[in-house]
């Protein structure tokens, strides 16, 4: 419940952290079995590029962008397989972003996530990076709301759940769409510089950091 006598030392009252890039480390996983999946079917695409374009989308927005660019039309099974083998590889390789954990201890006010990944796919991710105890239940799905990221009804839905106003919300994205999902929400939005360029985060609305570290400093101030 929003109470801002109890946080008024604050400069913010919820972060809503996005999961992928942001906790964990998944988005070059997706990434590359995205593109393997494109190379079977004949498909050889620049793999960076590629990771740049899409961090941030959903797997069925990333597919009907590739489809047009292609000009391809994917076999029924895509999503599946890609389901399928995102999990196995994320239970081999993903790990948690550095400093997440360290960062997520200094914050005193209500934390939820924010993402358009599934909820069975969040799980997993919290699972596997010991992060669930943190967030297992105010996770916000953007396959769960009227639309996903860029538009802000995850981030609305989040805000409205913890009945915080936007205006004393703030975001922790990685990604153009969820930088601009936050911006259309009226929230404030930090944006990890990671595999998304500092200044194309900042000309989308976000402010932009390096790693985690500097993130945790910046949220003291």
């Known amino acids: 419940m929003y109470n801002p006598a109890s946080m008024k030392n604050s400069n913010f009252d919820l972060v809503i952290f996005d999961c992928d890039g942001v906790l964990v480390n998944s988005e070059p996983l ?5 593109v393997g999946i494109l190379e079977e079917h004949g498909h050889q695409v620049n793999s960076e590029e590629y990771l740049r374009e899409f961090s941030g989308a959903a797997i069925i927005q990333r597919l009907e962008v590739t489809s047009q660019k292609l000009n391809w039309t994917p076999p029924s099974n895509f999503v599946s397989v890609f389901n399928e083998r995102l999990a196995v590889l994320t239970k081999q390789q993903l790990r948690p972003v550095p400093g997440i954990h360290e960062l997520i201890e200094s914050i005193n006010v209500p934390i939820c996530i924010g993402s358009n990944g599934t909820r069975k796919e969040i799980l997993l991710r919290l699972q596997i990076a010991q992060l669930t105890e943190k967030f297992e239940n105010a996770i916000f799905s953007g396959l769960e709301v009227t639309h996903p990221k860029p538009a802000p009804d995850v981030f609305l839905a989040a805000a409205q759940s913890f009945n915080v106003p936007p205006s004393r919300c703030i975001v922790i994205e990685d990604s153009i769409p969820g930088v601009t999902a936050a911006v259309r929400a009226g929230i404030k939005v930090y944006g990890h510089a990671a595999f998304t360029p500092a200044e194309a985060l900042q000309a989308a609305g976000a402010i932009p950091f390096a790693n985690m ?6 949220l003291a101030q």
């Open 213 to 218: 570290l500097e993130l945790k400093s910046m």
């Open 30 to 34: 997706a990434n590359q079995v995205y």
